[in-house]
């Protein structure tokens, strides 16, 4: 009899443990994600402006969406900075961060999957009336439940404090395309005013070397003529390599091969806003400023953080029901509960880690408004000096320009000694490279501020030199 209880009984459970596993196996694969392989680019850049794409819909500053883009008669600056928030290898790993944040936040979401047991004892010996037993079982950690929300509410301002640094990001890349489209005009500029300064000493070097030969002239007194193409020689060398410098950052920049041509064309993007436009955005500079937006969302999300490791001092919870058999055919239900006694951690060092970790926050972000506020102060200051210095050099360059062209002219009708026309040249030269080296520095700054106060609606003194009568003029979003 036993044998026979026991062969009809086997097969029962079996098709139970059958079903079970077909019931969870069904549960599984509905919800499984596939695998694709993502293999390596090579990191080659484009070769050429026209396969970029800068579309408008991408842009977060108004100045960039509303400005139309069209690179065939070369890039303006702010077609420059459209290429490089579009295509800024630095933004794709940021944006890719930003992906990062939203998986994160979706995964906090999620509840724990249920744990489902099943066993089964086999009696060794036969008689008796002995029956197979098992026993089927499901759980679920409760305590899971009681900190979701802050974990949720935690993840989700992280995400947004990863959105905040990306739209942050795009605008320092606006303002680095900003800035080296300057260097570069500004570079090219001193290159060209450098190589005219040459060819023109270059008319003089004949006429020393002759006199040096035919002893009508020491090599003291001919030093400065000789060490005055040398000098200009060795300016030229020193400015390539720092035009090669910033012409390399801005082909990196807008995601360019190395010896992808590259035209600019236009003036640096400048501002100069009043003192009432710089209290007024250093007012709101909290309320708009994506970096501060940033730390305040980061703040938040420590928050939660901390109240999620409040409640997790409390004990752990995990829930289940069950059903069994014995070996005497006896069938059970019940249910379990499992519960964590709080008597030495309490979850103590991570309330102690997250609550320090949130003053720092806190530290961190008041210090940033201060410093922010400090360097803004600075920056205004630094355009107010270089304006008039600006126009004085400018009239300053002028005058010794014409000087020049009259020494010349001196000079070549033989009224005027070749070391006086060399001291004037020199002189003039000099003003020529200070005022662009002033220049270049006054929409350094410029740029800098509106980047520190991350308010376009200065754009509306701005004076951008462009191609196209296309306002880029922005307001903060």
Not at 1 to 21: E, I, K, N, V, Y
Not at 73 to 96: H, W
Not at 391 to 419: C, F, I, K, N, T
């Given at each position: 009899?036993?044998?026979?209880?026991?062969?009809?009984?086997?097969?029962?459970?079996?098709?139970?443990?059958?079903?079970?596993?077909a019931?969870?196996?069904?549960?599984?694969?509905?919800?499984?994600?596939?695998?694709?392989?993502l293999?390596?680019?090579?990191?080659?850049?484009?070769?050429?402006?026209?396969?970029?794409?800068?579309?408008?819909s991408?842009?977060?500053?108004?100045?960039?969406?509303?400005?139309?883009?069209?690179?065939a008669?070369?890039?303006?600056?702010?077609?420059?900075?459209?290429?490089?928030?579009?295509?800024?290898?630095?933004?794709?790993?940021?944006?890719?961060e930003?992906?990062?944040?939203?998986?994160?936040?979706?995964?906090?979401?999620?509840?724990?999957?249920?744990?489902?047991?099943?066993?089964?004892?086999?009696?060794?010996?036969?008689?008796?009336?002995?029956?197979?037993?098992?026993?089927?079982?499901?759980?679920?950690?409760?305590?899971?439940?009681?900190?979701?929300?802050?974990?949720?509410?935690?993840?989700?301002?992280q995400?947004?404090?990863?959105?905040?640094?990306?739209?942050?990001?795009?605008?320092?890349?606006?303002?680095?395309?900003?800035?080296?489209?300057?260097?570069?005009?500004?570079?090219?500029?001193?290159?060209?005013?450098?190589?005219?300064?040459q060819?023109?000493?270059?008319?003089?070097?004949?006429?020393?070397?002759?006199?040096?030969?035919?002893?009508?002239?020491?090599?003291?007194?001919?030093?400065?003529?000789?060490?005055?193409?040398?000098?200009?020689?060795?300016?030229?060398?020193?400015?390539?390599?720092?035009?090669?410098?910033?012409?390399?950052?801005?082909?990196?920049?807008?995601?360019?091969?190395?010896?992808?041509p590259?035209?600019?064309?236009?003036?640096?993007?400048?501002?100069?806003?009043?003192?009432?436009?710089?209290?007024?955005?250093?007012?709101?500079?909290?309320?708009?400023?994506?970096?501060?937006?940033?730390?305040?969302?980061?703040?938040?999300?420590?928050?939660?953080?901390?109240?999620?490791?409040?409640?997790?001092?409390?004990?752990?919870?995990?829930?289940?029901f069950n059903?069994?058999?014995?070996?005497?055919?006896?069938?059970?239900?019940?249910?379990?509960?499992g519960?964590?006694?709080?008597?030495?951690?309490?979850?103590?060092?991570?309330?102690?880690?997250?609550?320090?970790?949130?003053?720092?926050?806190?530290?961190?972000?008041?210090?940033?408004?201060?410093?922010?506020?400090?360097?803004?102060?600075?920056?205004?200051?630094?355009?107010?000096?270089?304006?008039p210095?600006?126009?004085?050099?400018?009239?300053?360059?002028?005058?010794?320009?014409?000087?020049?062209?009259?020494?010349?002219?001196?000079?070549?009708?033989?009224?005027?000694?070749?070391?006086?026309?060399?001291?004037?040249?020199?002189?003039?030269?000099?003003?020529?490279?200070?005022?662009?080296?002033v220049?270049?520095?006054?929409?350094?700054?410029?740029?800098?501020?509106?980047?520190?106060?991350?308010?376009?609606?200065?754009?509306?003194?701005?004076?951008?030199?462009?191609?196209?009568a296309?306002?880029?003029?922005?307001?903060?979003?």
């Open positions: 009899m036993h044998d026979a209880g026991r062969q009809r009984c086997f097969p029962s459970m079996m098709r139970g443990l059958r079903t079970a596993c019931v969870a196996a069904a549960l599984v694969l509905s919800g499984c994600a596939s695998y694709a392989p293999p390596l680019g090579r990191g080659e850049g484009a070769a050429d402006v026209a396969q970029l794409a800068a579309p408008t991408a842009m977060s500053l108004p100045s960039l969406a509303t400005h139309r883009f069209d690179p008669d070369g890039l303006d600056v702010t077609e420059t900075a459209m290429l490089a928030v579009a295509n800024s290898p630095a933004l794709k790993l940021k944006r890719d930003l992906g990062i944040a939203r998986a994160q936040a979706f995964a906090a979401g999620l509840l724990p999957d249920p744990q489902l047991s099943l066993g089964a004892d086999f009696p060794q010996h036969s008689g008796g009336g002995l029956n197979v037993a098992y026993n089927l079982g499901i759980s679920e950690d409760v305590s899971a439940l009681l900190t979701r929300s802050s974990r949720k509410a935690a993840a989700r301002n995400a947004q404090q990863v959105n905040l640094d990306l739209l942050w990001a795009e605008w320092q890349t606006v303002a680095q395309a900003r800035l080296l489209f300057d260097q570069v005009l500004n570079l090219r500029a001193q290159q060209a005013r450098l190589a005219s300064e060819a023109a000493l270059a008319q003089v070097t004949p006429y020393v070397q002759a006199a040096l030969r035919s002893g009508n002239l020491t090599y003291d007194s001919a030093s400065a003529g000789l060490n005055a193409a040398a000098d200009v020689r060795k300016q030229q060398a020193d400015n390539a390599l720092a035009l090669h410098q910033a012409d390399s950052d801005l082909h990196v920049l807008l995601g360019l091969a190395p010896d992808a590259l035209e600019l064309t236009g003036g640096p993007y400048q501002v100069t806003p009043t003192t009432t436009q710089l209290q007024q955005a250093l007012a709101d500079l909290p309320r708009r400023r994506p970096d501060l937006l940033a730390l305040q969302a980061g703040y938040q999300s420590q928050q939660e953080k901390l109240r999620a490791a409040v409640l997790a001092q409390f004990p752990a919870l995990n829930i289940g059903t069994a058999r014995d070996t005497s055919a006896i069938y059970t239900h019940g249910f379990s509960v519960i964590t006694l709080p008597l030495f951690d309490r979850n103590r060092g991570n309330i102690a880690i997250e609550r320090a970790t949130r003053q720092q926050l806190k530290d961190d972000y008041e210090s940033r408004v201060l410093t922010t506020r400090s360097d803004m102060q600075r920056l205004a200051a630094d355009l107010a000096a270089l304006a210095r600006e126009r004085s050099l400018a009239a300053h360059a002028l005058q010794l320009a014409e000087a020049r062209r009259v020494a010349e002219q001196s000079w070549r009708q033989g009224l005027l000694d070749w070391p006086t026309w060399l001291a004037l040249r020199s002189q003039s030269l000099a003003a020529d490279l200070e005022l662009l080296a220049q270049q520095q006054q929409a350094t700054q410029s740029i800098a501020l509106e980047a520190l106060l991350g308010n376009t609606d200065l754009g509306d003194t701005a004076h951008p030199v462009s191609k196209r296309v306002s880029t003029q922005a307001s903060m979003p």
